[in-house]
């Protein structure tokens, strides 16, 4: 959890950047399964690099590459598959 914070995931709550307001319940997450990415009523955000789900189904090109980090260069690994000098 903690490599999230550094990471600036945590800085706002897990909303999708692309989609629609749903029910009250899920409108904080910006998901809804009758307005989708890409159909009426959904909008993208401003910054996808700020979000870790792209449309509340997939990740965000910035969530890949921080798991990507994680795998390659720790902590997600156990030995790193590279080793930072």
Same mark, same amino acid.
């Given at each position: 959890?903690?490599?999230?914070?550094?990471?600036?995931? /945590?800085?706002?709550?897990?909303?999708?950047?692309?989609? &629609?307001?749903? #029910? *009250? +319940?899920? &409108?904080? /997450?910006?998901?809804? *399964?009758?307005?989708?990415?890409?159909?009426?009523?959904?909008?993208?955000?401003?910054?996808? #690099?700020?979000?870790?789900? $792209?449309?509340?189904?997939?990740?965000?090109?910035?969530? /890949? @590459?921080?798991?990507?980090? @994680? $795998? *390659? /260069?720790?902590?997600? +690994?156990?030995?790193?598959?590279?080793? #930072? #000098?």
């Amino acid at each position: 959890r903690s490599c999230l914070f550094n990471s600036g995931f /945590y800085k706002q709550l897990p909303r999708a950047c692309c989609g &629609a307001p749903g #029910s *009250v +319940a899920k &409108a904080a /997450y910006n998901f809804n *399964v009758t307005a989708k990415c890409g159909e009426a009523g959904a909008t993208a955000c401003d910054d996808p #690099s700020t979000h870790w789900s $792209w449309d509340g189904i997939h990740l965000t090109e910035a969530a /890949y @590459g921080h798991i990507a980090r @994680g $795998w *390659v /260069y720790g902590p997600f +690994a156990d030995q790193p598959i590279f080793q #930072s #000098s």
